[in-house]
């Protein structure tokens, strides 16, 4: 069975972003094969981060990934954390990884231009090694993510390719799987930029108050077009709301187009919001269910059995092929 792998950092509020780009596509894949979806917890820790504001961004997001539907008989939900494999494979892997590759991400580029040099922590210049390591730990070829994540992915391929020459077949190869429409959700007041849990302004949170989603939607920049039109170039905001339409529906752009041909702008924005208001209801009392029920531990502690069982082998091989001594 192939494995399929991915994960989410714990640095605040889940939007509607995460949803549709990761969590959504996480419960299509899983009867595809064993899934190892990971808290990316320590990866939260390359900015600064209140402890307890991490313990619970932790427990939310493995609460929101069973509430989406996330079946923990068939995916491996856990904290990257709980398993040392991760820490213990990227030191090693660190040594395959030059600094010019690393300088290039844009994930850094964008946070570190916000900052001080002297507050910029190497966890987070070195993040792309931990997150290599995270790839290549449990063997699987599946990566399923949103677009800003395609470049880690790439550079992971690299190392692949650079590790496997240098001492034989031990890393599998990893792919990007990027879905066709929802992979790029964007802020609802600034439709050039991604819809991000850093950058609040124009988020739809998974815990937003239907009340507050539709101010949202409602208040969300488009155009003077006039026309429900795809055109992600002449009008981002219209194609943004057409592309969260079409993802939590499955109906296609040319389907939408027709649906509000002569329509204004307000008809279409009120259907977006009716759709993601349900949406998010329903998601919202079954986060609620999955918190109350006290399911979230036992869920962390199976997942990080099954995972480390995984990721303890590949380490392994690894620590083998570069010559660490083992019997
Ligand atoms: N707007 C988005 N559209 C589609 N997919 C998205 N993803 C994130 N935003 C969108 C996908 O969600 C997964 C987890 O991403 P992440 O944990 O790296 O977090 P983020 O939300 O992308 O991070 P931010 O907003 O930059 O904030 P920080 O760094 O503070 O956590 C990935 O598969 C991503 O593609």
Known sequence: MDHILSGIKPTGQLTLG?????????????DKGESFLFIADL??????????VLRTNSRDLAAFYLAAGLDPNKSNIFLQS????????????????????????????????KMKEEAIGLGLFAYPVLMA????????????????????VELTRDLVKRFNN??????????AEVAKVGARIMSLSDPTKKMSKSDPKGDIYLKDEPAVIRKKIMSAVTDMEAHVHYDPEKQPGISNLMTIMSSLTGKSFEEIEKEFEGKGYGDFKRA???IVCSE??????????????????????????RANEVASKVLERVQKAVGLYHK
């Open 18 to 30: 995460n949803y549709i780009g990761a969590i959504n596509k996480f419960v299509k894949l899983q």
């Open 43 to 52: 990866h939260a820790l390359t900015l600064p981060i209140d402890p307890e």
């Open 82 to 113: 709980d398993v040392s494999a991760h820490a213990e494979l990227a030191i090693i892997l660190q040594n395959y990884l030059y600094m010019g590759e690393l300088s290039r991400m844009t994930q850094f580029k964008d946070k570190s231009s």
């Open 133 to 152: 390591a995270d790839i290549v730990l449990y063997d699987s070829k599946v990566i399923p993510v949103g677009e800003d994540q395609i470049q880690h």
């Open 166 to 175: 240098r001492y034989g077949d031990v890393l599998v190869m990893p792919r």
């Open 272 to 274: 977006v919001a009716d």
């Open 280 to 305: 998010m209801e329903n998601l919202q009392k079954r986060y609620k269910e999955v918190i109350e029920s006290g399911l979230v531990d036992k869920v962390l502690e199976k997942g990080a059995k």
